[in-house]
Nanobody, 122 residues
Framework: QLQASGGGLVQAGGSLRLSCAFS????????MGWFRQAPGKEREFVAA????????IYLDSVKGRFTISRDNAKSTVNLQMNSLKPEDTAVYYC?????????????????WGQGTLVTVSS
């Protein structure tokens, strides 16, 4: 089970830190990802991190602004979002996968959190 938190309302240029708590065993064996879905749009990949934390990948539009990290001891994955823009407004979802590939595709993920809303005002 995944539980995302940390969303809220922020002005453009501001920052938010999303967290996702993983309940269950073997968190360290999962690749973790963040996706987002804006109103009327499809869910899109934002970032992913390998089980060890050594490998990360990002959506081009968030590179240099967002940072994904994980703490295997606490079974959590975080998304630090800086320099937020109105176009970052969406419901953000954390997800877990064991496949180790297809990190940018929703169908590659086995488990999903409930989502947390991020609203960036201009």
């Amino acid at each position: 089970q995944l539980q995302a938190s940390g969303g809220g309302l922020v002005q453009a240029g501001g920052s938010l830190r999303l967290s996702c708590a993983f309940s269950g065993q073997a968190f360290s064996s999962y690749t973790m990802g963040w996706f987002r879905q804006a109103p009327g749009k499809e869910r899109e990949f934002v970032a992913a991190i390998s089980w060890s934390g050594d490998y990360t990948i990002y959506l081009d539009s968030v590179k240099g602004r967002f940072t994904i990290s994980r703490d295997n001891a606490k079974s959590t994955v975080n998304l630090q979002m800086n320099s937020l823009k109105p176009e970052d407004t969406a419901v953000y979802y954390c997800a877990a996968q064991s496949a180790g590939y297809g990190l940018g595709h929703t169908r590659s993920y086995d488990y999903w959190g409930q989502g947390t809303l991020v609203t960036v005002s201009s």
